[in-house]
């Protein structure tokens, strides 16, 4: 039981595949669940009973593809100040993510191009301190600028103002990506006018 709560408290949930790969039975946990050591968040998905639910960890447990993009994307690096009413993750093209889509009502998926979905992952602490996947910085002004008509010009208009005065902009790195999603002439704009 030592390691299986070790492992809870590193990773904040604990799937049925885990758990059976730390040598655990499915019956072990719906044990530990029935002693009320543990909680079942939903089928083959459970954490320590009694601890608070951090609903990016919660959506990020569905899949090692998830990628918390857009808007969501913004909020966690500061470059918005609205918390997003709906969570909005970037999956590979191809991707089934209907199973992901019935658990939450409130999730906007991106389909992305597989030779571009790993651009720009990486990990960003959630506003409970947990470590998530996310797009960087860059990643994301070229999502929200691909995007920008599906999404509150305020909103919009005050990220890329943000991200023009970050200490943490890469500018060179921005270009790059910008090459890649075939945006550059209209990156420049941006650049000229706001750098």
Request: glycine share 4%; proline share 3%; aromatic share 10%.
């Amino acid at each position: 039981m030592d390691t299986l709560k070790e492992y809870i408290q590193e990773n904040l949930v604990i799937t049925n595949k885990d758990a059976e790969e730390l040598g655990y039975t499915r019956h072990n946990l719906s044990e530990l669940t029935k002693s009320g050591q543990l909680e079942r968040l939903r089928p083959g998905l459970y954490q320590l009973k009694g601890k608070v639910i951090d609903d990016f960890v919660l959506i990020s447990s569905n899949s090692n593809r998830i990628i918390f993009s857009h808007q969501t994307a913004l909020y966690l690096h500061d470059l918005s100040d609205r918390t997003p009413n709906v969570f909005h993750i970037s999956v590979p093209q191809g991707y089934n993510a209907s199973h992901i889509k019935k658990r939450y009502e409130d999730l906007q998926v991106h389909y992305v191009k597989k030779d571009l979905y790993e651009l720009g992952k990486t990990e960003i602490k959630s506003p409970q301190g947990n470590l998530i996947p996310v797009y960087d910085i860059e990643r994301t002004i070229c999502d929200i600028i691909i995007d920008r008509e599906k999404m509150d010009k305020q909103i919009f208009t005050d990220a890329i103002k943000r991200y023009f005065k970050s200490p943490n902009k890469n500018l060179r790195r921005f270009i790059k990506y910008s090459r890649l999603f075939k945006i550059e002439d209209e990156i420049r704009k941006y650049m000229e006018v706001l750098s």
